[in-house]
């Protein structure tokens, strides 16, 4: 689709994070340190899942995936944030915003549905494990990753298509260092006010009714191990704890931003920022700090590719 036709506004301008050096720098060297360990925290779970043969399972192959599109999200909009940093003019292009956009949704979209068949693996682990390994087979697995990435592009395709034929003739400052929709349809030369409606109650019921999904799930599960084996409840707590914590995480920004009714500018950044930073690097530490299985395939990992340096 053209958009040139649609926008007189070339670039969009970013009003960043703050104008004070002081947090500027520190903004700069905490963001940096986060976004790398995200990086590495998310490629050492990927690359431990792929290459170790005990973590061959369906609940390995869904927190790999899972970590993928943590690489995904958190380098959407960090990169351009850190080193927009100490720039005074941060501007975007107007297809550079929309692809921004794109990313964002269709990454997050996916990782809710990955997140709610996490749920369902380990529904089926603890009340069924007899049947586990026949109802979460390989197919299984693989049809609900097409399955969630499929959805993740739908929706972020149906959102799109709200905006990219809007009239944006001025003003183009958005307070913000990232795309989004709800500022951006702001900025529309037209009366945008159902549209506004439309978009944000579109996440937000998608946001609320995943995570309100979820908890159901876990309490579902907890409910149910508690009738056949009170001594199980333990158990099946300290495997939920970790996933109840990431969806915590992962929702609680994305409910903000869509249903709080009375916007803060200052919290809103603080709470993206926490989104688009802090939650990819607390996944893989929340994941594996119980995890026997998977801190020994690190460690593992870690030896092999030591001694591979050694060598060569």
Known sequence: MDVSNHSVVPTFVFLGLSNSWGIQLLLFFFSSMFYVASLMGNLLIVFSVTYDPHLHSPMYFLLANLSFLDLGGCSVATPRMIYDLFRKHKAISFEGCITQIFFIHAIGDTEMVLLTAMAFDRYIAICKPLHYLTIMSPQMCILILITSWILGFIHSVAQLAFVVDLPFCGPNILDSFYCDLPQLIKLACTDTNRLEFIVTANSG????????????????????????????????????????????LFFGPL??????????????????????????????????????????????????????RKLS
């Open 205 to 248: 019921l998608v946001s609320v009714g995943s995570c309100f999904i979820l908890i159901i799930s876990y309490i579902f599960i907890l409910v149910t191990v508690q009738k056949h084996s009170s001594s199980g409840l333990s158990k099946a707590l300290s495997t939920l704890s970790a996933h109840v914590t990431v969806v915590v």
């Open 255 to 308: 409910i903000f931003f869509y249903t709080w009714p009375f916007p803060s500018s200052h919290l809103d950044k603080f709470l993206a920022i926490f989104d688009a930073v802090l939650t990819p690097f607390l996944n893989p530490v929340i994941y594996t700090f119980r995890n026997k299985e998977m801190k020994a395939a690190m460690k593992k990992l870690c030896h092999q590719f030591v001694n591979y």
